[in-house]
C-alpha cells in the first residue's frame, strides 16, 4: 500500500464513520452546503459557457476545428459546394459527387447526366482502392452509349457517402436556377462547333441563346435540366433511369437504359520512380500508361514520351471531359472523371436538358457481345503516393484522355514538391500518331518544336478549349491544390 491509499482509509473528510466513501455533495452543515452551492453553479456556468465557446468556434472559428480536405475543379462555385459538403462533415466522396453533379450544369457542353466516366477512391491509411466504373454500355444507337453517370455517382454514395443524397445533389439545382454563367469554355466549344450544323433543334436553340449573352453573364439553362435534377434529388438514379427509357424509347433499347449498373473494381498499381502510380483498369487509360511507364527511358524529354505513343501506333480520337481531385480529413483520395465523348458529344439536348454522350463515335474495338461490357476510354485517373513513406508525396489527378494524363504525370514527378505550382504553366500537346498539336502555340519553345520536326512529327495548332487537369498534393500533413490554369477554376482547402 502506499502512501496515498493508507490516506484514503484514515482521512475522516472523505469517509464516513462505518468506512463507507462519502458522496462528492457530502456536506455537515449548511455553511458547507452554501459553499458547496456556489462551487457547483460556478462550475456550471463556466462548463456551459465552455461549451457555448466550442461551439461558436466550430461555426466561426479558425478552420484547425474543421475537418481538413481539398476540392479542386474547373469551377469556383463548384468547389465550394464541394468544401461546403466537407464541412458539413461529409468525405471525401461525398465532395465529389455534389462537385461532379454541379460541373454537370457549370459545364454541360464536357460533362453531366447524359455522360459517364470513372471514379478512383484510394484509402491512404489502408492502401485500398477502388473504381467506380460508370462508363457507358452498348444498346441499339451507333454512337450514344447508355450514360452511366447518374447511376455511377448514387452507387459511390450508397457504398461510400456519409451525408445524405439529397445534400449532395441539392447545391447542383440552385445552381441551374440561377443559370449557367457563359465561360470562356463554353465560347471556346461553340467556336469549335458551327451552332448552324447543329441539327438537334433543342441544342441549336440553346446555343442561340448563348450566343446573344454576354461572356461572363448567365444563361437559363436548357429547359428540363432543373427538373431532372429535382427528380434525381428526390427518388435517386433508378427513377431517372426510368424516366430516360421512356423519353430515349427511340433512341437506345428501355431495357438496356434501365438495366444500367455501374462496376466495382479494384484499381491498377504500379511502381514508377520512388512512387506508386493507382489507376484505373482494362477499357481505360490506366493499362496504356502502365505500359509507356515500363518503356519511358527519359522522364524529363517530351519526345520520349511522345515516342511511346507513337509505338503504339493508335489513331485515337480526343476523349474531353472533366476531372475532380478531393481529399478528406480520413486521408480519402478521390479523382473523378466524366465525359460525354467530345464536346458537345452527341449534339443531342433531350428535353429532359441534358446532352447525350457520342462514347462510341471514339471508341474502335466495340465488343457489344455483352450488354455489361463498357465503352472503352482513354480515361486516366491519377493517385500517386511515393512508395515506403506513408506520409511522403502524395498526388491526386487525372485526365479524360491517356496521352494529357502521361504528361500531367511527367510534369509532376519531375518536378520538387515545393514547385508544384509551376506545373500549371508548362503548356502541353495533343498527341496523335504523327500530329502533335501544342497549345499556347507563342510560348511553345522554337528548339523543342524544331526537336519534334526533326522527329518527323507535324506540329499543328491545338484547338479550344484545352482539357484540364486539377490537382491535389500532399507532403506531410501539407496540402497544395490547385485548378488548372487552362479552365476558370479554382481550388479550395480547409
Ligand atoms: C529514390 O529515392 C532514393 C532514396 O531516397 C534516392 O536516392 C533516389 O534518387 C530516388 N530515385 C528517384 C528516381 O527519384
Ligand atoms: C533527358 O532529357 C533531357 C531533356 O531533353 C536532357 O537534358 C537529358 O540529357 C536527357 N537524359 C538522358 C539520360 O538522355
Ligand atoms: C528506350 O530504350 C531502349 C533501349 O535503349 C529502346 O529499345 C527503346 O526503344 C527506347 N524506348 C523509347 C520509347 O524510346
Ligand atoms: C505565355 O507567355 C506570356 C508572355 O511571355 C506569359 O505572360 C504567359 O503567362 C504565358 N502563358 C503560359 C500558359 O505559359
Ligand atoms: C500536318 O498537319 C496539318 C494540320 O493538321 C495537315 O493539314 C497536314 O496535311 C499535315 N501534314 C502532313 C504531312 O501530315
Redesign the pocket.
Known amino acids: 500500500m502506499d502512501e496515498d491509499s493508507i490516506d484514503k482509509f484514515t482521512s475522516p473528510s472523505v469517509y464516513d464513520n462505518d468506512g463507507n466513501e462519502k458522496t462528492p455533495l457530502y456536506a455537515k452543515n449548511d455553511n458547507e452546503k452554501a459553499t458547496l452551492k456556489l462551487i457547483i453553479s460556478f462550475c456550471m456556468v463556466f462548463c456551459i459557457g465552455i461549451l457555448i465557446m466550442l461551439l461558436i468556434h466550430v461555426h466561426y472559428g479558425s478552420p484547425q476545428l474543421v475537418p481538413h480536405g481539398n476540392v479542386a475543379s474547373d469551377n469556383a462555385q463548384c468547389s465550394q459546394y464541394g468544401i461546403d459538403i466537407l464541412k458539413m462533415g461529409g468525405n471525401a466522396v461525398d465532395a465529389a459527387i455534389t462537385t461532379a453533379f454541379c460541373n454537370s450544369v457549370a459545364f454541360l457542353h464536357l460533362s453531366g447526366l447524359g455522360g459517364n466516366g470513372v471514379m478512383t477512391i484510394y484509402d491512404h491509411r489502408t492502401g485500398v482502392g477502388n473504381i467506380i466504373d460508370f462508363r457507358a454500355t452498348y444498346s441499339s444507337h451507333f454512337s450514344i452509349g447508355i450514360p452511366g453517370f447518374v447511376a455511377g455517382l448514387f452507387y459511390s454514395h450508397e457504398k461510400y457517402g456519409l451525408l445524405p443524397w439529397k445534400t449532395l445533389v441539392e447545391p447542383s439545382i440552385t445552381l441551374a436556377k440561377t443559370g449557367i454563367t457563359v465561360t470562356k469554355s463554353l465560347t471556346e466549344a461553340i467556336n469549335q462547333n458551327s451552332i448552324k450544323s447543329v441539327r438537334d433543334e433543342n441544342l441549336r436553340n440553346w446555343l442561340d441563346l448563348v450566343s446573344t449573352t454576354i461572356p461572363g453573364y448567365k444563361v437559363v439553362a436548357p429547359d428540363g435540366l432543373i427538373n431532372s435534377l429535382s427528380l434525381i434529388s428526390s427518388y435517386g438514379s433508378i427513377e431517372f433511369y426510368k424516366k430516360m427509357s421512356e423519353e430515349l424509347i427511340h433512341v437506345l433499347k428501355p431495357n438496356d437504359v434501365t438495366s444500367y449498373k455501374p462496376l466495382i473494381l479494384p484499381v491498377l498499381k504500379q511502381h514508377f520512380m520512388n512512387y506508386t502510380v493507382i489507376t484505373s483498369n482494362e477499357g481505360t487509360g490506366g493499362p496504356i500508361l502502365m505500359d509507356i511507364l515500363k518503356q519511358i527511358n527519359n522522364t524529363s524529354d517530351d519526345i520520349s514520351l511522345v515516342n511511346c505513343f507513337k509505338d503504339l501506333n493508335d489513331d485515337w480520337y480526343e476523349n474531353s471531359g472533366l476531372q475532380i481531385s478531393t481529399t478528406d480529413v480520413f486521408d480519402r483520395y478521390v479523382t473523378v472523371i466524366s465525359s460525354l465523348g467530345s464536346v458537345f458529344g452527341s449534339h443531342i439536348l433531350t428535353n429532359s436538358g441534358y446532352i447525350l454522350n457520342n462514347v462510341l463515335d471514339l471508341c474502335h474495338n466495340h465488343d457489344e457481345s455483352n450488354q455489361n461490357n463498357r465503352v472503352s476510354s482513354l480515361y486516366l485517373p491519377l493517385i500517386v503516393v511515393e512508395s515506403e513513406k506513408i506520409c511522403g508525396r502524395r498526388l491526386i489527378s487525372g485526365s479524360a484522355d491517356v496521352r494529357d494524363g502521361a504528361q500531367i504525370l511527367m510534369s509532376m514527378l519531375t518536378t520538387d514538391p515545393q514547385d508544384i505550382l509551376s506545373i500549371n504553366t508548362i503548356p502541353r500537346f495533343r498527341i496523335k500518331l ?2 502533335i498539336a501544342i497549345e499556347y502555340p507563342q510560348n511553345f519553345s522554337k528548339k523543342t518544336k524544331e526537336l519534334f520536326e526533326r522527329s518527323g512529327y ?1 506540329i ?1 495548332i491545338a484547338t479550344l478549349p484545352y482539357p484540364t487537369s486539377n490537382v491535389v498534393q500532399k507532403v506531410e500533413d501539407k496540402s497544395v491544390a490547385f485548378s488548372d490554369s487552362r479552365g476558370s477554376g479554382q481550388s479550395i482547402t480547409i
Open positions: 504523327n500530329d507535324n499543328s
